[in-house]
């Protein structure tokens, strides 16, 4: 625990002072009694309840002062609380290479069965879009509550060729910030697919507001918005689009994480599709440095369990979070609670306050 104010904590070497006060006081008290016999028939009277009794009061309003003294220092302490998250992004890959059965039933099925289960244990105020991106990226899901438009969009994909994972984080991004400077059209379609693609092609320059020249918004610290995530799955190699760790340095500059999670084998297969023939190798290095980047966390699901599991600690990482948080209206708030318990007590045994 860190303090604000420190100095203040000083103030706590008063509290020896106010023990030696009360010795002092018991003492005085006692030598009064031992002047006056009546005085020390009526203690002994009271007996040993009556004895330390007389001690619990003074006892919690040292405790309640202590605590009170404590709060004035402003402590700080990192707490687990109930994130600010307020929307996340899943950017899938719907690629032919997710048709590999190494995960079972497929990769695509897993993918899709996984991530329904965990938009089904957000919270209702968590706002989730979906991004699918194959040769190109496509909005397949606006940013909403509804989960069951979300399980909709989810179900209707289709397997594309190619993979486009910088279109994919880009796409997501430009969704949570419609002024970050993409060129949405060039995401998608079939020139994306095609080739792939440099970053200047697809973020837009400074435009003009009037006579104004408007620039694109400052880089902030990387992972520093809190409101926002993207979650990128996918199962291969980049082969056409934006460079995704040039994309993910775009999310950086905005203060957005992006959560990379690997579907399938590092070592790949070779699977077929639409007649073509092709090597799927998990592009693990990439999918680091993309988390890497922007202050998140790569994940590996080698299995439909493994998967399901990934987004099961997803959730509790985008859902709770751990803060360092000002405690000092809780201690100032026991110390109360002590103080006016020492006082209730003194009242209903001896008839006065301490």
Do not use: C
């Not at 860190?2 to 003492?27: E, G, I, K, S, T």
């Not at 606006?142 to 289709?158: C, G, M, V």
């Not at 980049?238 to 994480?257: C, H």
């Not at 959560?259 to 998990?282: D, Q």
Request: aromatic residues 6%; glycine residues 8%; proline residues 5%.
């Amino acid at each position: 625990m860190v303090f604000l104010w420190p100095d203040l904590l000083w103030l706590l070497l008063a509290l020896p002072l106010l023990v030696l006060l009360y010795v002092w006081l018991l003492r005085r008290r006692k030598a009064a009694v031992l002047h006056f016999p009546a005085l020390a028939l009526a203690r002994e009277a009271q007996g040993a309840r009556s004895r330390w009794r007389r001690h619990v009061p003074p006892l919690l309003f040292l405790l309640g002062l202590a605590a009170l003294l404590v709060a004035a220092a402003r402590p700080l302490a990192v707490l687990t609380l109930p994130s600010q998250q307020q929307t996340i992004m899943l950017a899938m890959d719907v690629s032919g290479s997710m048709r590999a059965a190494d995960v079972q039933p497929d990769r695509l099925t897993a993918a899709q069965n996984a991530a329904k289960a965990f938009i089904a244990d957000l919270p209702r105020h968590v706002r989730v879009g979906i991004v699918a991106f194959a040769g190109s990226a496509q909005l397949a899901q606006l940013p909403t509550q509804n989960h069951e438009d979300l399980a909709r969009a989810i179900d209707s994909f289709q397997l594309q060729r190619g993979t486009a994972t910088g279109n994919g984080i880009l796409l997501s991004l430009a969704t949570l910030f419609p002024d970050t400077g993409i060129d949405v059209s060039a995401l998608g379609g079939r020139q994306a697919m095609m080739r792939p693609q440099s970053i200047d092609e697809v973020g837009k320059p400074p435009h003009r507001d009037g006579n104004k020249s408007v620039d694109r918004p400052a880089p902030v610290a990387p992972g520093s918005y809190t409101s926002a995530a993207i979650i990128m799955l996918t199962d291969g190699q980049r082969t056409t689009g934006v460079d995704p760790l040039e994309a993910a340095q775009w999310a950086a500059d905005r203060g957005v994480r992006v959560y990379t999670v690997g579907v399938g084998t590092v070592a790949g297969e070779t699977i077929g599709f639409e007649g073509w023939s092709m090597r799927v190798r998990l592009d693990e290095d990439t999918l680091k440095a993309v988390a890497q980047r922007t202050q998140a966390e790569y994940f590996h699901a080698a299995t439909a369990a493994d998967l399901k599991k990934v987004y099961e600690t997803l959730s509790s990482r985008l859902t709770v979070e751990k803060k360092e948080t000002e405690v000092a209206a809780l201690f100032a708030l026991a110390g109360a609670a002590l103080l006016v318990l020492a006082g209730l007590l003194s009242l209903w045994w001896f008839g006065r306050v301490l």
